[in-house]
């Protein structure tokens, strides 16, 4: 009797197993990754990235550069824009471009972040957009200092107090360690203007980008953004020593609004 039912399991198994080989359900598209135009930054090249997985969502977006890029960079201020394009090719996110300000001798406040650094700006907003906020218009000091809405603010941001053409306002997190009695390594910024949230910024000091760290950290994150899509809610940088590459990235997209 028992040999019985053991052989009748048997089959029963086997015919799922066959039923589920069979099946028409989908499988998990694989992700795919996307490459923007390279672009001349230093001695080496920078470019962006983009990874999409399931349906064309969004998983991570990034800045690469190579390591000859921190080489040959300007020694003294101002400060140089590098403009560099999203994969022409990649699906539609909420980031328009990327924007790498590079600042050789830092940026008020000083003490905090007066040490050589890269601005990191993912941009919400177009070129032409930035270029329309400048002091040109008579109302770009107030346009760049008005306060968003409480819920477009993560807890614990507030603004800088120098309105930045082409950028708006800067919004730094109260509670980041270069706050607190230790030296600016990487911290997250939103910007903003006329009320409106413009980019999303990781700032890296020069010095921790060359130490080739594996950091990752989770992003504040408002409650509601200006558009709906995919959002980042962490971001890191990373060393991959065989490509001698740098990766700035924001990652765990998740859809909001």
Not at 26 to 34: L, N
Request: with cysteine; proline share 9%; hydrophobic share 40%.
């Amino acid at each position: 009797m028992f040999r019985n039912i053991l052989a009748a399991t048997v089959v029963i198994a086997s015919a799922t197993v066959v039923l589920m080989a069979c099946s028409d359900s989908p499988t998990a598209e694989p992700a795919k990754t996307f490459t923007g135009s390279k672009i001349a930054v230093g001695q080496g090249t920078a470019w962006t990235e983009m990874t999409v997985g399931q349906s064309n969502a969004i998983q991570e977006v990034s800045l690469v550069f190579t390591e000859d890029a921190l080489v040959g960079l300007p020694g003294t201020a101002p400060a140089t824009e590098f403009v560099i394009p999203l994969p022409s090719d990649a699906p539609g996110t909420v980031f328009n471009h990327v924007g790498v300000n590079w600042q050789p001798q830092g940026h008020p406040p000083a003490t905090i972040y007066s040490v050589p650094h890269f601005d990191v700006h993912f941009y919400l907003i177009s070129t032409q957009e930035r270029d329309a906020m400048t002091p040109a218009d008579p109302n770009f000091a107030a346009k760049a200092l008005k306060v968003p809405a409480t819920n477009l603010v993560p807890v614990s941001y507030g603004p800088d107090p120098m309105p930045i053409p082409r950028m708006g306002s800067h919004w730094g997190d109260g509670t980041s360690h270069e706050f607190h009695g230790s030296a600016f390594t990487a911290t997250m910024i939103y910007g903003y203007y006329d009320g409106k949230m413009t980019f999303i910024e990781p700032m890296l000091a020069k010095s921790f980008i060359e130490s080739k760290p594996n950091y990752s950290a989770t992003i504040r994150t408002p409650a509601a953004y200006p558009k709906a899509g995919r959002y980042p809610t962490t971001y890191g940088v990373t060393h991959t020593a065989a490509a001698k590459e740098y990766r700035v990235k924001l990652g765990t997209f998740v859809a909001r609004n």
